[in-house]
């Protein structure tokens, strides 16, 4: 993300005191990743929660640029701002749940390059997504995990765009950072899907 401008940005669509609770609410829960790698729903529902609260948040974020209330620079800055929180590190609760916040954040990564990308507009309307996937599966294979975001980040930018994810792909696609990356833009799409309340929510922002 660009670094932030002189203006200081204060809002409420997502603040480091709201990612706190979700981490006391982590550590409270004692989560456990089960030996044989099928960790029942109910279980790790709560990491799912918590990413969708994030993308929720920013897609609020977005929805202001879109209105026209916030300028391109405004709206990094907030979503910077927002990044800066989700993404530091976090001190270690335990081994299974600091593997799962790290696949959260690695998620969560992915849809701020895709914000970034979306609102910079440094994407192709006409590309194909199920092409940009196969690129990014093929730069992780070649271990260029740059360009494989970047891919991600195109793909991202698409679906925000209203574009869909592909359903054969995004089934077909091997574990590895792609995989998380692209659950997070699978987020971006579902939080779209799911509701559109979050257009008219201004998050109580103020540019100063």
Not at 29 to 34: A, G, P
Not at 101 to 117: G, P, R
Not at 150 to 161: E, F, K, P, S
Not at 168 to 186: L, N, R, T
Request: hydrophobic share 40%; charged share 30%.
């Amino acid at each position: 993300m660009p670094e932030t401008s002189d203006k200081q940005i204060f809002h409420e669509f997502y603040t480091e005191k709201r990612w706190n609770n979700w981490l006391q609410k982590v550590g409270e829960s004692n989560f456990k990743l089960e030996e044989s790698g099928d960790t029942p729903e109910k279980d790790s529902a709560i990491f799912v929660n918590m990413q969708d609260d994030v993308i929720l948040a920013c897609l609020k974020v977005i929805a202001t640029y879109q209105r026209g209330e916030n300028s391109v620079e405004e709206t990094l800055d907030i979503l910077s701002s927002i990044e800066e929180i989700v993404l530091k590190k976090v001190d270690s609760i335990s081994e299974d749940t600091d593997m799962m916040i790290e696949s959260l954040q690695n998620s969560l990564l992915a849809t701020f390059v895709s914000f970034e990308c979306y609102l910079n507009g440094d994407f192709d309307q006409e590309s194909e997504i199920s092409d940009l996937i196969k690129g990014a599966v093929e730069a992780e294979q070649d271990e260029d995990f740059e360009a494989a975001l970047g891919y991600v980040a195109r793909i991202g930018a698409l679906v925000l765009d209203g574009k869909e994810l592909p359903g054969k792909e995004m089934e077909d696609m091997p574990y590895g950072i792609v995989a998380e990356w692209m659950d997070g833009i699978d987020s971006i799409e579902a939080a779209m899907v799911g509701t559109d309340s979050y257009k008219e929510d201004d998050g109580e922002y103020d540019v100063v």
